[in-house]
């Protein structure tokens, strides 16, 4: 098939206005001498960054990349091929910082940077969920995500920040969670869920928060608290918690695992989202710190929390720092502290998305691939049918959502959906073959963003299951050990 | 003629070591700001190394990526070593060891390296996705290649050089005599595009290679869990 040249160009996410723009520190609209100021700041990031100067200088034009990201492969347009997306960036880079570029621009393709090269900046680094599989297909390993990060944060800096994004950051600095949600509302929420879960089971089973001197903090995506199937998944997380017998709680004040920074290439706003986990761990005075399910959220706690916060020794060192849910889960089950039976989730027949933050961002346990063997496990544990995605589009080489890296919001339904339609054909390929009835995942945005798409392709909304939904119906609450 | 051509190596050689030294010295200085291998990677630094030597080895990621690229892509950089090898030749008489070992695939070695290059420029020619992302200086640095290769192969295959001449030229290259060479346009040809390919490597693409030693993606163990 072939390329289809600005098919998506009309696609962008709405600017932030003045308000949410200065909540951040950024200026409320786009500055008069932007063509200068985001030079400088180019030249800045590039002399700043190992990995974006090696991804401005190491790219051979090969093309291996070309056709490996989902909304290339969704929209055909060729700047979301990830080289041609580097290229936005890299020509004015080259026009500007190299000798060739400066005074031979039109053998290099070096580009001066005008109104219409920085609109399809702010077009095509938000068309990138910064899921990093073309980076796993680059000779050189250079990090697409790394770029549209950093362009990200120059167009901010110049006045064009992203509204979702920059609100999000916002809400999380006012109230602590992504949704705004506030700590009382979030208290309700959570006795209704004990109602629930006792009415269901028979068990009680508590959802503590803010309850200081417990063992454990966990700090999870907002949309674990009221979102499905998310929440169902935070169900999940109380019940292997209570059957194991562990104290815990949650904290209204870091009440958001999620750390949306991170997406706008902010290493200011990401620490200080960071930084909020860390006080409310010390003001609760936990021993552990576990991340619930959230890709991204984990990818910062795992690779950037010690080096963003200092000082987090306060914790019990005979655990990781930080921990996730599915570590702690996994090993209570093979310990044998907890019991799965696979006769709970009969009618169900289920697959695994690998959501890209887990599994090319982090690890999970001590084994090697554990980010891939551990939910796999609990799974296969968990259900009696469990089947794989066809190869090219799991672990390693797993497709995005087509939501992640900030573009979970309604004005980019159409490249969402677009973004989204290569996973969906392999999901296509298991429901034929062995009528899977439901895809299971372990991050929040992955979540959100296939109960929203999902009807688009023909499933039902509720197809998507959290990990921990499988893991805490096949839960065996009746064994006392 | 090797009062033109042997400034003028000296000077390609000269420029080409500053090059590589400025370049590594660039690379190094700008910070690695987190961790952000590519995982699952090694959790040891050997680990890491050992993957990266496979990776130059062998090019895996490139086979994943895409099989045609990578035949052509892996033949030419395969043949153009080999061929840089029995370049050797001309460092003393007899040919060293290893060289006359390789000396008589020569000119199946640069059969490869032509098909090599000539199959990396119809793909950057006739797939879409390819041309789009190529501009004028990728066509130019596979012409430069092959416009050296070509008159290589044509040196080697006529009886046109002295080869007792050519390796005089060699040793001498770095004394304040240079030993003089019979006027041969193709040899003139042959070693001015060496000049500009000695004066493009660090400064070009072309320099990916070690790039992707220092590119944190690849370099860096991944984070241990403890
Ligand atoms: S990081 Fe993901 S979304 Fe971005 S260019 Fe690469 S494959 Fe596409
Ligand atoms: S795979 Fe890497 S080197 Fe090749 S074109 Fe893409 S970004 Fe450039």
């Excluded at chain 1, 297909?137 to 990090?143: K, S």
Aim: aromatic content about 8%.
């Amino acid at each position: 098939m072939s390329i289809k040249p600005q098919a998506t160009k009309h696609i962008k996410p709405h600017l932030a206005n003045a308000e949410q723009q200065e909540a951040l520190g950024f200026p409320g609209q786009l500055i008069d001498n932007w063509q200068e100021k985001v030079i400088d700041l180019l030249g800045e990031k590039v002399n700043g960054s190992r990995a974006l100067q090696v991804a401005m200088d190491a790219c051979m034009k090969c093309g291996a990349c070309t056709d490996k990201c989902h909304y290339y492969q969704g929209t055909k347009d060729p700047n979301n091929m990830p080289v041609a997306r580097q290229d936005l960036m890299r020509s004015v880079y080259k026009r500007h910082y190299t000798f060739t570029g400066k005074y031979l621009p039109w053998l290099v393709g070096a580009k001066e940077l005008d109104a219409d090269l920085l609109q399809q900046w702010y077009t095509y680094f938000h068309q990138c969920s910064q899921c990093r599989r073309c980076s796993v297909y680059c000779p050189v390993g250079i990090d697409t995500s790394e770029v549209s990060m950093a362009g990200r944060d120059i167009l901010a800096q110049v006045g064009m920040g992203q509204k979702y994004a920059n609100q999000v950051i916002g809400k999380v600095a006012l109230k602590g969670n992504n949704l705004g949600l506030p700590g009382p509302a979030l208290k309700d929420t959570l006795l209704g869920l004990e109602e629930d879960v006792l009415e269901d089971t028979g068990v009680a089973i508590r959802f503590p928060i803010d309850e200081a001197g417990a063992d454990i903090l966990l700090v999870t995506p907002s949309a674990d608290f009221f979102a499905e199937p998310h929440v169902d998944g935070l169900i999940g997380y109380a019940k292997v918690l209570h059957q194991a017998g562990v104290s815990w709680t949650l904290s209204s004040q870091a009440s958001e695992a999620a750390n949306f920074g991170l997406f706008v290439g902010s290493e200011q706003h990401t620490r200080e989202m960071a930084l909020r986990i860390k006080v409310a761990a010390q003001d609760l005075g936990v021993k552990r710190l576990v991340f619930g399910e959230c890709g991204h959220a984990w990818r910062v706690a795992q690779n950037h929390l010690k080096d963003l916060v200092q000082g987090l020794d306060f914790l019990d060192a005979r655990y990781p720092i930080p921990q996730h849910i599915a570590e702690i889960t996994h090993e209570l089950w093979q310990q044998g502290t907890i019991r799965l039976d696979v006769t709970k989730n009969a009618q169900r027949c289920i697959t695994f998305h690998d959501s890209c933050n887990v599994a090319r961002a982090s690890t999970l346990g001590k084994v090697k691939g554990g980010q891939y063997s551990i939910p796999r496990d609990l799974l296969k544990a968990s259900c009696a049918r469990y089947v794989e995605m066809p190869s090219h589009t799991t672990q390693q080489t797993t497709l995005c959502c087509g939501g992640g890296g900030g573009l979970l919001t309604d004005e980019l339904m159409e490249l969402r959906i677009k973004g989204a339609a290569a996973r969906m054909n392999a999901f296509d390929e298991v429901i034929k073959q062995h009528q899977v009835t439901h895809m299971v995942a372990m991050c929040a945005i992955c979540k959100s963003q296939f109960s929203t798409i999902f009807p688009e392709f023909g499933h039902a909304f509720d197809s998507v299951l959290s990990l921990h939904q499988v893991v805490g119906d096949a839960l065996d609450l009746t064994s006392s050990l | 003629m090797s009062a033109v051509l042997a400034p003028l190596l000296l000077i390609a050689i000269a420029v080409c070591i500053a090059g590589i030294a400025y370049r590594i010295y660039n690379v190094l200085q700008a910070p690695v700001l987190r961790h952000i291998a590519i995982t699952p990677a090694a959790d040891s630094r050997w680990g890491v190394l050992w993957f990266m030597l496979i990776e130059t080895v062998t090019f895996r990621t490139l086979f994943k990526a895409s099989v045609p690229t990578w035949i052509f892509g892996w033949l030419f950089h395969v043949c153009l070593l080999l061929t840089i090898i029995i370049h050797g030749r001309f460092l003393s008489i007899p040919a060293p060891t290893i060289v006359a070992w390789l000396m008589p695939y020569t000119s199946i070695i640069s059969y490869g390296l032509m098909v090599g290059l000539i199959g990396l420029f119809v793909r950057r020619l006739v797939v879409d996705r390819v041309r789009y992302i190529s501009s004028l200086s990728d066509y130019m640095h596979l012409i430069l290649l092959l416009v050296i290769a070509g008159a290589g192969m044509l040196l080697s295959s006529s009886d046109s050089v002295n080869v007792y001449e050519v390796t005089l030229f060699v040793q001498g290259l770095f004394s304040t005599q240079w030993p003089s060479l019979t006027q041969n346009y193709l040899l003139a040809l042959h070693v001015l595009g060496a000049c500009v390919l000695l004066c493009v490597y660090p400064f070009s693409k072309l320099f990916h290679g070690p790039l992707m030693w220092f590119n944190p993606t690849r370099s860096q163990p991944q984070r241990p869990r403890s």
